[in-house]
């Protein structure tokens, strides 16, 4: 087995106890247009990508570090944050180059990085309640 790319997906769900706390959230979490200034937000996102560099088996591999933060109401309809964190190594370099032991050193590398964003992310909307 060998691949080009490498991905490892996290998706989570933080609930509110209300959908006033989900509004407020959503105007401190989003940068907004003065338009936005006082409305009352029904539904909002971010999504944010950064590049980083991580080691996979002696290789330098350039990655994305996404994250897309959103309202969203939870299966048992009450208000919630689904987040979810998205690192995968760049489309870019196409050449065949990940075996089955890239796999485990691939997810040890990016492990501490979608637990440090899980800790900010879940510090930042456990601070509104």
């Known amino acids: 087995m060998s691949s080009y790319r490498l ?3 996290f998706q989570l769900v933080f609930e509110l106890p ?3 706390r989900l509004q407020i959230l959503g105007n401190k979490v989003i940068t907004t247009a003065s ?3 006082g409305k009352t937000f029904c ?3 971010n999504r944010v990508n950064s590049q980083a560099e991580i080691n996979i088996l002696g290789a330098t591999e350039g990655i994305n570090v996404i994250t897309d933060i959103s309202s969203a109401t939870s299966v048992q309809g009450e ?3 689904l987040y979810h964190i998205d690192i995968n190594t760049l489309p870019q370099n196409q050449r065949m180059r990940f075996s089955s032991p890239a796999i485990e050193a691939f ?4 492990i501490p990085t979608a637990k440090e964003i899980i800790a900010d992310v879940e510090r ?3 601070n509104e309640q």
């Open 18 to 20: 209300n959908f006033e």
């Open 107 to 110: 997810s040890e590398a990016v």
């Open 43 to 45: 539904e909002w996102s």
């Open 35 to 37: 338009y936005y200034n």
């Open 79 to 81: 208000p919630a944050i």
């Open 7 to 9: 991905a490892a997906n």
């Open 124 to 126: 930042l909307i456990g």
